[in-house]
């Protein structure tokens, strides 16, 4: 899993924090080659699904297996930094907490190199929402985040990645 320090977490957070507002503020005639949220059903019964959108050469993939409940409602947001260096992707159910178990998740990143991920449970009993997962419930590799058999808790309401390009300057 990608180990970071304090001072690259801040500043992970603070990158994380800038790509989330600027493509939850994307205005309605906004180009929808820099930023698209888009809105997909999560189905439950144990098989394996998978939804991806992409912005120009950038893929974001999200497989899953779920059980349990109905089809529910997720989001998708996908964004271009504006020098193109960086690709984020974000997957949440936009009502918080998920009545699915989830029996495996993976988050694929295509074009890039995972800089920062992380993936949250539902809302606590205490109330506390996007409590994030304890690291050895997922992995983070180059350019997948999954989750690790035998330890993920089966619960899931969000989970972002940032990835840095292989842009290079002319």
């Known amino acids: 899993m990608v180990r970071q320090?304090?001072?690259?977490?801040?500043?992970?957070?603070f990158l994380l924090f800038s790509v989330l507002i600027s493509a939850a503020s994307v205005p309605a005639d906004a180009s929808p080659d820099r930023s698209k949220t888009v809105e997909f059903n999560v189905k439950p019964g144990g098989v394996v699904h998978s939804f991806s959108e992409n912005i120009g050469d950038y893929e974001c993939s999200f497989t899953y297996a779920s059980q349990?409940?109905?089809?529910?409602?997720?989001?998708?947001s996908?964004?271009?930094?504006?020098?193109?260096?960086?690709?984020?992707?974000?997957?949440?159910?936009?009502?918080?907490?998920?009545?699915?178990?989830?029996?495996?998740?993976?988050?694929?990143?295509?074009?890039?190199?995972?800089e920062y991920a992380d993936a949250y449970s539902q809302t606590s009993a205490s109330g506390q929402s996007d409590?994030?997962?304890?690291?050895?419930?997922?992995?983070?590799?180059?350019?997948?985040?999954?989750?690790?058999?035998?330890?993920?808790?089966?619960?899931?309401?969000?989970?972002?990645?940032?990835?840095?390009?292989?842009h290079d300057e002319l």
């Open 5 to 13: 320090s304090d001072s690259c977490v801040a500043s992970s957070a």
């Open 68 to 76: 349990g409940g109905t089809n529910e409602q997720w989001m998708m």
């Open 78 to 114: 996908v964004g271009l930094s504006d020098d193109d260096r960086l690709f984020s992707c974000s997957v949440w159910r936009p009502q918080g907490k998920s009545y699915l178990f989830f029996t495996q998740f993976k988050a694929e990143l295509k074009g890039t190199k995972i």
């Open 131 to 166: 409590v994030p997962l304890k690291p050895e419930e997922f992995t983070v590799s180059e350019s997948t985040v999954t989750h690790n058999d035998g330890k993920f808790s089966a619960q899931l309401s969000k989970l972002t990645a940032i990835g840095r390009t292989r």
